[in-house]
């Protein structure tokens, strides 16, 4: 038998593989993606149980769920209009007739906490999204890419960070106007920017590692590599901040309404309701100013419960 002749199992003729061989090693290759496909949905499967194990995720989840049914269905099951008064029992304290009293000007106090629910559970979520997605198209260019850019938006987000949150997004709204649309802009590019340094610090960490490597020797381009390859080993981080920053617009916007620049009256706001009246506690209406008080302190309360639970299942 020649040398041609000769396969060993592999080699048929110079320049020639064999197709039985690559018949062997394909399936070979296809179980370990297999392998690492199953891992990685064992990893996902373990976090989720993890995650719904943790009482304080539960009872964030059930506190939030309560605040989001008072923001879709509110104005079906409030025991009053909450935007018509009765002079005949303004100030009036917690009784039967009315569980969290009335307000100056004889408007249900419950009613008003439970319909006020809705304008801030739709900014907060969608300026927290749009802070997301500028700040994950920021962090993963900065990151990958690096250079001057990187530099000069580092040092602007420090400058920004010098000053507190509410205080810059106040000084856009005075600046621009105010309107549901720019409440959800202003608070979204503050908090981009923020997030945007978070997910630069993991990008960095990415993009070194051989994934990321072999992705450049292949010849992939830059928003291939970035989008395709590097942002899903990113999500983690991406999650957190967007739950963190989640609580953070929440009482972002309960500041702004209490300032005047958010939600305008006679639509109730918790913020604004505030703003209302807290200068009648001096007169000993406490209920008027507690109770709008206690729901912005429980719907934050409830967010950084499961941004804490995700958190520490994540980092875990």
Do not use: K
């Not at 009482?55 to 506190?63: E, T």
């Not at 906490?113 to 997605?133: C, E, H, M, S």
């Not at 005075?174 to 549901?180: D, E, L």
């Amino acid at each position: 038998m020649s040398a041609d002749e000769r396969t060993d199992g592999i080699v048929a003729s110079p320049g020639l593989v064999d197709p039985a061989a690559i018949g062997a090693l394909v399936p070979a290759v296809g179980g370990a993606a297999g392998t690492v496909d199953s891992s990685a949905m064992a990893i996902r499967r373990e976090n989720l149980r993890l995650l719904l194990r943790s009482a304080a995720f539960w009872v964030g989840a059930l506190i939030l769920l309560w605040w989001v049914v008072c923001a879709v269905l509110g104005r079906t099951f409030s025991p009053f209009n909450p935007v018509a008064g009765s002079l005949s029992s303004f100030n009036a304290p917690p009784s039967g007739a009315h569980l969290f009293g009335t307000d100056s000007l004889g408007r249900d106090v419950l009613s008003r906490v439970i319909v006020g629910a809705r304008d801030i559970l739709i900014i907060a979520p969608l300026a927290t999204l749009l802070g997301t997605l500028i700040g994950t198209t920021i962090g993963l260019v900065l990151g990958y890419f690096r250079g001057a850019a990187d530099i000069v938006v580092g040092r602007f987000v420090d400058a920004m960070l010098a000053l507190p949150i509410v205080i810059v997004a106040f000084l856009f709204v005075v600046a621009i106007g105010t309107s549901t649309a720019t409440l959800i802009v202003v608070i979204g590019l503050v908090f981009g920017l923020l997030i945007g340094r978070t997910v630069r610090t993991a990008v960095l960490q990415e993009r070194e590692l051989d994934y990321v490597a072999a992705a450049r020797l292949r010849d992939e381009g830059a928003l291939h590599i970035m989008f395709i390859e590097i942002l899903p080993n990113v999500l983690g981080p991406i999650l957190v901040e967007f739950t963190v920053r989640l609580g953070y617009a929440i009482f972002t916007v309960a500041t702004l309404s209490f300032l005047g620049f958010g939600v305008q009256p006679p639509t109730p706001d918790w913020g604004g309701d505030i703003a209302g009246s807290y200068q009648y506690l001096a007169a000993g209406y406490w209920w008027e100013t507690l109770f709008p008080a206690l729901a912005i302190a429980s719907l934050v309360v409830a967010v950084n419960l499961i941004a804490d639970s995700i958190e520490a299942v994540i980092i875990r």
